[in-house]
């Protein structure tokens, strides 16, 4: 497991072995006698690091052969020695041609098929490489003027493509990072603040408003940056998070609970954000270990808890009031499936006037907005429904 103080070099290598596993396995079965789910797991590991170091981060062949070599050793595992040194000098020189769209981006082949039925083949595939490109930190100010200090003593702050104020560095990361740590800004993920930005748009950052699956908090910050709500409620079904939520928060009403049976007034809120606990499938770019653990039952469960929420959610709207639904998942059941039925007593909100131009969004089958992952953003999907007056 990645600790907060391993090296960006490690954190590298572990998360791009991750992200690459399917194919780095791919590319050295030929040369291995056995299957590679068969081998003792710290030479396999050490079998898909060397292959990634050569293929990936273009460390010559003979060095990232010998210091695998010497890693085999240090792992007790000597007599797998000369099979390492074997192997990786093989598939150094080329591995297998991987022939599929889902071998070449190392996805399980299940959501390869799944993307391909739900957004075509370009767009599947589009969305596999995106996700195979390690994340790069995404930040908002937290007083506009500040991004004025570093950039005068030299970084450079570069805008995000389509999300307004978001903001990173090609060069300056650790200035970034500074920033971060002394509480001027905060990272997070450009598709996370398009949710927060679209729910203060929907409710024109007014009155009264609960973020109900709120932990860690990052939504709820820029939403209180953003808007002028007469409250802000941040809940989360966790204690410890809402412990946590609430000294990140600084004192912001935080209340531990489920989601849904909410201790809140009923008919009473005029933006509830749910932004429900998901497979995540949008998110692979800084989880690649969730594409190996996630089976399509896992969706379909996923999909089942979700259901209960937005009925709670909906019941707490005042007249007017409106419920934005966003999860960090693509899955077409955790979304739109949700909201094909249109409920009696609610409107759908149509949300091209509450994307910036030029987000890279398709409209789903009930009226939503969906990002697949992106070179400048994980993947999202949003709906939102209105309460009639
Ligand atoms: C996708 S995360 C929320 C991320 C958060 N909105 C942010 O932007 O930082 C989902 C959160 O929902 C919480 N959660 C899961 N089930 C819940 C439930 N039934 N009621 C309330 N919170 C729940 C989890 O603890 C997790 O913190």
Not at 1 to 9: F, I, N, Q, V, Y
Not at 144 to 154: F, I, Q, V
Not at 272 to 282: K, N, Q
């Amino acid at each position: 497991m990645l600790e907060r103080e391993d090296s960006p070099g490690v954190r590298a290598r572990v998360l791009g072995v991750l992200r690459w596993q399917r194919a780095l396995d791919h590319s050295l079965k030929p040369f291995l006698k056995q299957s590679i789910a068969r081998l003792d797991p710290e030479v396999r590991a050490v079998l898909r690091m060397g292959c990634f170091e050569v293929h990936h981060l273009g460390v010559p062949a003979p060095v990232a052969t010998d210091s695998m070599i010497r890693l085999t050793r240090r792992l007790g595992k000597s007599s797998a020695a000369g099979m390492v040194n074997a192997v990786l000098r093989r598939a150094a020189a080329g591995g297998a041609v991987a022939a599929t769209p889902d071998l070449r981006w190392s996805h399980p082949e299940w959501l390869w098929r799944r993307w391909s039925e739900s957004f075509g083949a370009a767009a599947a595939e589009g969305a596999m490489a995106a996700a195979q490109e390690p994340a790069p930190p995404w930040v908002w100010f937290v007083h506009d003027r500040s991004k004025s200090d570093p950039e005068a003593s030299g970084a450079i702050f570069e805008p995000h493509p389509w999300c307004p104020d978001a903001w990173t560095t090609a060069d300056g990361r650790p200035e970034l990072m500074e920033r971060v740590r002394q509480g001027g800004a905060v990272v997070q993920d450009p598709s996370s603040q398009m949710v927060a930005r679209i729910a203060v748009s929907v409710a024109d950052g007014r009155g009264r408003a609960a973020d109900l699956c709120a932990a860690p908090g990052g939504k709820t910050a820029l939403m209180r940056k953003l808007g002028r709500w007469d409250v802000l409620i941040a809940g989360d079904r966790s204690p410890a998070k809402a412990i946590r939520l609430r000294r990140r928060l600084g004192g912001a009403a935080v209340v531990a609970g489920d989601a849904g049976r909410p201790a809140l007034c009923p008919g009473a809120w005029d933006l509830v954000l749910l932004d429900a606990p998901c497979s995540g499938t949008g998110t692979f770019r800084r989880h690649p270990e969730l594409k190996w653990r996630l089976t399509p039952e896992a969706i379909a469960e996923a999909a089942e808890k979700q259901r209960p929420l937005i009925a709670a959610a909906l019941d707490l709207l005042a007249p007017g009031g409106a419920v934005v639904y966003a999860t960090c998942s693509v899955e077409p059941e955790e979304n739109e499936a949700h909201f094909r039925d249109r409920a009696a007593g609610f409107k759908r909100v149509p949300l091209d006037d509450h994307l910036p131009t030029g987000t890279p969004w398709t409209e789903t089958a009930a009226g939503g907005a969906r990002i697949l992952p992106h070179e400048h953003g994980d993947g999202f999907t949003v709906h939102a429904l209105r309460r009639r007056v």
